[in-house]
């Protein structure tokens, strides 16, 4: 069943919302925690922020079940739901104070992608206009790929009003030093002459409250009673905001029902950012941590025997998905705890065995109307693949044996032929904050 989840738990998210708004760091500007009045625009603005869950059939003995939260086809990931919340606070500052917003957001694609969206919606819908609500985004050139034509991109007035930056320097997570710097550097300087804040939107707690409410969708409609069954919930992670939130709605619920709901988690990562991973098995970010692997020559695979890892892979630092850029994030201890605490484990995943087991997640993703192109070199979002990858190697590796059911979040999956990419002549090249300023 098919749900829209932000009209499904408005009034949770009102709840929610007056939860953290005191967590707001008041040193920065960010918008109350506060949605606008609701009325029928506002409800077809959050319209296509949709759930699904999908019962995939049995592996080995374990349930597998997709929570798709990829339906908005304008984005394919779950980054709609937050940033579709987002973009309502700012209307509802917008229409409280009479000062315009700027969103600023450093991404490695997917959040960008996503912001971008829900600013267009809000502007063809009515619910602010293109002088009030503008969006600044700042991406790393290896995720260029990810970023989509819109009326943000084709009519030259929002194109202007809207940029794209492109940093091109080898370090992609340097995009949110440079994030930082341009808030520190400039917001008092754009409010003064352009009564319009700057919000630079990079806080979990932007994020917390619609990643809770895959907590409410799991607790009202996940098909099996979750009384009776250890859940393991698996996702692809860069900082776990998603699970973090999951997490924090689950505790919510847990306290409004005297119900205790059982549930771990599986960090699933790629070598280049296998840094939630590492702190989990090891307690450390160090890299002198990492498995010892040993070229193949016979087959130019490197090996190695710790299950937590690739077995085999081509490469021992390999970028598999350009979304997971972060390293040593700070959500890392909080996430240790809790798995700690409830069970579960991480591993890591190369493009080799997401490709040797990629015939099987076809097959298991058919029944949920995800189609697997043949030719995988089509593939521009792999989030969904590293996830039933982590999970097979898992159950097959014996990981995993303390749960029953196993729910996969699906947080992204596009191919090149989902969308039209943007015209790169529009895109402007950065390599710091002092390039930006003109543009806005």
């Known amino acids: 069943m098919e749900v829209e989840l932000i009209n499904e738990y408005l009034k949770e998210v009102s709840l929610l919302f007056k939860d953290i708004n005191h967590e707001r760091n008041k040193e920065v500007f960010s918008p109350e925690f506060e949605l606008p009045n609701i009325d029928n625009k506002l409800i077809k603005f959050f319209s296509v922020a949709r759930a699904e869950f999908c019962s995939l059939g ?4 374990k349930n597998i079940t997709l929570l798709n939260l990829m339906k ?36 490695s694609g997917n959040k960008a992608i996503a912001l971008r969206d829900a600013v267009n919606r809000a502007l063809e819908i009515g619910l602010v206009n293109h002088t009030q609500l503008r969006i600044l985004t700042l991406i790393p050139e290896k995720s260029v790929h990810k970023v989509r034509a819109s009326k943000l991109t084709t009519n030259k007035l929002l194109n202007k009003l809207n940029p794209i930056c492109v940093y091109k320097g080898a370090e992609s997570q340097q995009v ?31 994020y917390k409250v619609a990643d ?61 950012t296998c840094d939630m991973v590492l702190s989990l098995l090891y307690g450390s970010f160090s890299r002198k941590l990492m498995p010892k692997y040993i070229l193949d020559k016979s087959t130019g695979l490197f090996k190695q025997l710790n299950n937590h890892f690739p077995l085999e892979t081509w490469d021992v630092n390999e970028s598999l998905e350009s979304t997971f850029y972060t390293h040593k994030p700070s959500t890392s201890f909080e996430m240790n705890r809790l798995i700690e605490a409830n069970g579960g484990s991480g591993i890591v ?24 192109p043949i030719d995988i070199r089509d593939i521009n979002e792999w989030s969904l693949i590293m996830a039933f990858t982590g999970v097979i190697n898992s159950i097959d590796r014996g990981i995993i044996n303390e749960f029953d059911d196993i729910v996969v979040h699906g947080s992204g999956f596009y191919t090149k032929t989902d969308y039209e990419s943007v015209n790169k002549n529009i895109l402007h090249y950065v390599e710091s904050h002092e390039d930006i300023i003109s543009l806005v």
């Open 58 to 61: 049995s592996y080995k003995g």
């Open 349 to 372: 995943v190369s493009m080799y065995e997401c490709i040797k087991n990629i015939g099987k997640i076809r097959e298991m993703l058919k029944s949920a109307g995800i189609q697997i």
């Open 72 to 107: 908005n086809e304008e984005t394919q990931t779950t980054k709609t739901l937050a940033s579709l919340l987002m973009v309502a606070r700012a209307i509802n500052h917008i229409n409280k104070t009479g000062e315009s917003i700027l969103i600023f957001t450093p991404s």
């Open 212 to 272: 809770a409410l895959r907590a409410y969708f799991c607790y009202h409609y996940f098909p099996s009673n979750q009384q009776e069954k250890r859940q393991l919930h698996a996702h692809s992670v860069s900082s776990a905001y998603g699970l973090l939130g999951y997490d924090f709605g689950k505790k919510k619920i847990e306290n409004e029902t005297n119900q205790s709901i059982s549930s771990g988690y599986l960090l699933i990562q790629h070598l280049d």
């Open 176 to 206: 949110k030093t440079i994030g930082c710097d341009f808030y520190t550097n400039y917001s008092k300087e754009i409010f003064e002459r352009s009564n319009t804040r700057v919000w630079y939107s990079l806080d979990i707690n932007n």
